[in-house]
């Protein structure tokens, strides 16, 4: 009896389309939310090497606190607003000067989102935790970066290894290209999580992050089409079933 994606049953046909389509979603929805993160840290709209290079290694010129509000945080308030709090940064952000002018701003344009019952944000009820943020901008930091990394090897291993479980069922593809095909994701995640460090070390390994996550995206696009290409298409286009074994060929 042949084992592939094109003369799997419906229901199972269905199963793998569904979780693909799901994954696929999944995928664009991340990517927006890098643009909508990362994409912003040079405070213009779009991914950039720059926007990589302040988000790991950070914009040593300047304040955590500024690049947020020039980048994701620039639509919170009105430029006037913004570039007082900004002045009052590189003016050395002293405590007379925040409860004078900036205390206001924060309180009416900031503690909504930014208070102690907010999960992952801090509180800028506080004024120390403001002013930490108002000093020098490094990036990421290595607890950050050690919580996203253990996140990304466990969840992302477990999406590949199901979309290769499916992709392994396909005939169409050569066999050395089907393996190259499996093992790219692993090999290019790895690649992008150790870009995060060495560029957080060094500003100049940010091609990395890209060269690293385009892999991914590739090696998900090849086998995402192929799947649904040889379960819901490939059939109608054989003049008879396809009889080869996709777990056994060689």
Partial sequence: MPFNLSSLGLAIKLLFSGYLTVIAI??????????????????????SIEDIVYSYYGNRSGSVLESQLNGSMKPMAPDEERFKIIQ????????????????????????????????????????????????????????????????????????????????SLSTGVPVKLKGAAIIMPYAFLLLDITSWWLTKLNPHFALLVVLGGAGLAMAFVFMWVISMYEMWILPRKLPFPDRRNGLRRS
């Fill in 26 to 47: 999944g995928y664009g929805v991340a990517l927006i939310q890098i643009l909508f993160t990362h994409g912003m840290a040079d405070g213009k709209f779009g991914l």
């Fill in 88 to 167: 009052w940064v590189r003016d050395g952000a002293s405590e007379k000067a925040y409860e004078r002018d900036i205390k206001p701003i924060v309180e009416q344009r900031c503690v909504s989102c930014h208070n102690a019952e907010a999960s992952g944000l801090p509180d800028f009820t506080n004024f120390e935790n403001l002013e930490k943020r108002a000093a020098s901008d490094e990036g990421a930091t290595f607890s950050s970066l050690t919580r996203v990394s253990h996140i990304h090897l466990f969840g992302i291993s477990f999406i590949f290894m199901f979309v290769g479980l499916i992709f």
